[in-house]
């Protein structure tokens, strides 16, 4: 069984292809001043796309799976071994994790 800091970055690495990028547009002053080619409009800074939140967001919600896991695995890990009923574990494993997603 995999350990936590593995299993987060496990999650965090199925879920990387969804970050989004800073939005840029070949007119550069409607471009999000953090995109890599930047910003024309010098008046704007930080993000002003939203890619930032998206992406601490997804982050966030990485963390949260990869906790819930953890918990299901450390909660129910002599049943997943086989000492107990495989359906019984599923169902321990699921209502583990929405307890820890909650949270």
Do not use: Q
């Not at 547009?25 to 910003?39: K, L, N, R, T, V």
């Not at 909660?75 to 321990?92: I, P």
């Amino acid at each position: 069984m995999p350990d936590a800091p593995d299993l987060a970055a496990l999650v965090a690495g199925v879920l990387a292809p969804f970050h989004i990028p800073h939005d840029y547009c070949e007119d550069s002053w409607y471009s999000c001043p953090m995109a890599e080619e930047g910003c024309a409009d010098d008046s704007k800074h930080g993000c002003t796309c939203g890619a930032d939140k998206f992406n601490a967001e997804l982050d966030a919600a990485s963390a949260r799976i990869a906790k819930g896991i953890a918990a299901a695995l450390d909660a129910h890990s002599g049943e997943l071994a086989g000492s107990g009923s495989e359906t019984r574990a599923r169902y321990a494993g699921r209502r583990a994790f929405e307890e820890a997603s909650r949270g």
